[in-house]
């Protein structure tokens, strides 16, 4: 028996769907037909929870036609394809049926004219009940559809979006969604700098997000433009941001970007820099490991930065940064010393020193000498290694054996090895 059909066994027979097809030698097989799997387990269950509150999966486009009824307390849908969206139908019936409704997230989503379908869908809400969208890839969302949200603009707090070269442009029209406390905006292409090709959408986008007095979680993935966007928001005193991520940016023309941060030092908790460091000089630098100093409430950082960070920087931020429980720091060569000053941090649990490290057996165990209570759990992550002052397996074994007798932690610990990837979501902000 096929491990299909005994997971498809009684009492689960009746969710069993199948297909038969035949391949190119001739050869009849048959598969699960997922779709039709999850649709019947999806009738069934809707049958009998009516305290459900949040559907999830691959549906078919009648499905929540079908389920709505009987679901009076849904509140979020998150949807593999946004095809089940296009019905007006469902519309209709996800108002009549569910008010509590506040929730969606699209995967993906590949039909004509997604855009209008779903601004359809946003505008056939209760005015200001949508408190969060989400969106994993490009599903085509544009003018239409940012326009539809201002019907929600009190009460979206919770919006990440995928833009494209087409849509990205057009979001000054979101200018009415000022309650916004979550925001990502990813660009799928990453090429289109809005700052220098279209300056009055640019400006927009600054003057909209200037009234987001709420605005707490900031994440601008390969935007170009993102650097510049934030940098005046920074500035903004009634806002007050706790999480910060930036990268695509080129550090050497972001210098007010770098001094803006302090302006945030009071309530600023994550942070996450990526970016090109190629012509930086010491001043430029300089001024970045001066404004980092200052960010003293941080709880985690990462600092994507190739081949710039030296032994002295590192020490310098760390010093005063004495909340951080979580660091990532790529550099340009990383010694010994670097590890008295990160193992001293008294709440550090999470340390990945990525750029070309020459630590020795006796810095390691100096540095586990210096944890506390409060570094219990801590995981150390070297990744690149120095090959000429690589630690052997037997010494690597000792380091691992201390850590973990002392703080319960772990050691991952990596050679240098072809180009490192700088540009690794941190996925910490």
């Known amino acids: 028996m096929s491990s299909h ?29 997922i779709a039709d799997i999850i649709d019947a387990i999806g009738e069934a269950v809707t049958q009998h929870t009516p305290m459900l509150d949040t559907i999830s999966g691959e549906l078919l486009s009648d499905a929540l036609i079908r389920w709505a009824p009987r679901l009076p307390r849904l509140q979020g849908l998150e949807l593999w394809d946004g095809k089940p969206l296009e019905d007006e139908l469902m519309h209709m019936t996800m108002y009549e049926n569910c008010p509590r409704f506040k929730s969606l997230t699209i995967y993906k989503w590949s039909s004509e004219d997604r855009d209008h379908k779903l601004s ?14 989400v969106t994993i890839s490009d599903v085509g969302a544009a003018a239409k559809t940012y326009l ?14 995928c833009v494209s070269n087409d849509s ?36 927009e986008i600054v003057a909209w997000l200037s009234k987001c007095e709420n605005l707490q979680h900031v994440s ?15 500035l903004e ?33 994550c942070l996450s820099l990526s970016g ?57 060569e990383l010694n010994d010393i670097v590890l008295e000053s990160v193992g001293s941090l008294p709440h550090i649990r999470n340390v990945t020193l990525s750029g070309i490290s020459k630590f020795t057996l006796d ?17 150390l992550t070297i990744d690149m290694a120095d090959p000429e002052t690589l630690l052997s397996d037997e010494e690597q074994s000792v380091v691992r054996e201390v850590l973990t007798q002392k703080a319960g932690g772990t050691l991952e610990y990596m050679a240098l090895r072809g180009t490192h990837n700088y540009r690794a979501s941190s996925n910490g902000c």
């Open 148 to 161: 539809s949200l201002n019907h929600h603009g009190k009460s979206l707090e919770d919006l990440k979006i």
């Open 276 to 332: 090109e460091t190629d012509g930086m000089f010491r001043d430029d630098l300089d001024i970045l490991v001066d404004s980092l100093k200052q960010l003293t409430d941080l709880r985690k950082l990462w600092l994507l930065l190739p081949e710039v960070l030296r032994d002295e920087h590192v020490i310098v931020i760390a010093k005063d940064l004495a909340l951080l429980e979580e660091l990532y720091v790529s550099g340009l």
């Open 363 to 379: 810095g390691l165990l100096d540095f586990v000498s210096r944890l506390g209570v409060g570094n219990q759990g801590i995981r």
């Open 168 to 203: 990205l442009p057009q979001l000054p029209f979101l200018q009415g969604c000022t309650a916004v406390k979550v925001l990502r905006i990813e660009d799928t292409h990453g090429v289109l700098d809005l700052e220098a090709t279209q300056n009055d959408a640019f400006l």
């Open 5 to 33: 059909r005994q997971f498809f066994a009684e009492p689960l027979k009746q969710f069993e769907k199948t297909e038969t097809w035949t391949n190119v030698k001739g050869r009849k097989r048959t598969r699960l037909k």
């Open 120 to 133: 359809n869908f946003i505008a056939s809400m209760r005015p200001n009940s949508l408190k969060k969208l």
């Open 237 to 269: 005193h009634k806002i007050q941001l706790s999480n910060l991520e930036i990268d695509s940016y080129i550090l050497k023309d972001h210098k007010t970007l770098h001094q803006a941060l302090v302006h945030q030092r009071s309530s600023l908790r």
């Open 220 to 234: 601008f993935n390969k935007l170009q433009s993102g650097a510049a966007i934030i940098t005046p928001i920074l």
